[in-house]
C-alpha cells in the first residue's frame, strides 16, 4: 500500500506561481510512474502531467504544457508539480497518483494509477 499525501496547494493571483509536491509515507517512490491530475468543481477530473518512473520521460495536457514541470527527487520519494503563470482556470482539487505498472502505458488516464492522494486545494484569483 502507498499513502500519497500532497502539499503546496494555496491561493495564488492570476500569473503567479506554486509548487504542489507529492509524498509517500512509509515507501520509496523510485519505481512508480507517477500523475497529477485536478478536479474543478462541477467537473471531471482531468490529466495535468505524468513522470515516468525513472524520471526520463514527462508528459503534459495541452492546457499546461509550457507552464507547469513535473519532476521528482526518488531519494526524497517526493514529485513535485511546479506551476507557473497561473491562471484562474486552473483552480482546482490537485491529486497525485501512483501507477505500480512500471509501464509507460496511459499515462493521462487516471485508471492505469493504483493509488491516489486525499488533493490539496488551489486557487487562481483573477
Known amino acids: 500500500q502507498v499513502h500519497l499525501v500532497e502539499s503546496g496547494g494555496g491561493l495564488v493571483q492570476a500569473g503567479g506561481s506554486l509548487r504542489l509536491s507529492c509524498a509517500a509515507s512509509?515507501?520509496?517512490?523510485?519505481?512508480?510512474?507517477m500523475g497529477w491530475f485536478r478536479q474543478a468543481p462541477g467537473k471531471e477530473r482531468e490529466f495535468v502531467a505524468a513522470?515516468?518512473?525513472?524520471?526520463?520521460?514527462?508528459y503534459y495536457a495541452d492546457s499546461v504544457k509550457g507552464r507547469f514541470t513535473i519532476s521528482r527527487d526518488n531519494a526524497k520519494t517526493t514529485v513535485y508539480l511546479q506551476m507557473n503563470s497561473l491562471k484562474p482556470e486552473d483552480t482546482a482539487v490537485y491529486y497525485c497518483?501512483?501507477?505500480?505498472?512500471?509501464?509507460?502505458?496511459?499515462?493521462?488516464?487516471?485508471?492505469?494509477?493504483?493509488?491516489w492522494g486525499q488533493g490539496t486545494q488551489v486557487t487562481v484569483s483573477s
Open positions: 497518483a501512483a501507477d505500480a505498472s512500471r509501464r509507460w502505458s496511459g499515462p493521462s488516464r487516471d485508471l492505469t494509477y493504483d493509488y
Open positions: 512509509g515507501r520509496t517512490l523510485s519505481y512508480y510512474t
Open positions: 513522470i515516468h518512473w525513472s524520471g526520463g520521460s514527462t
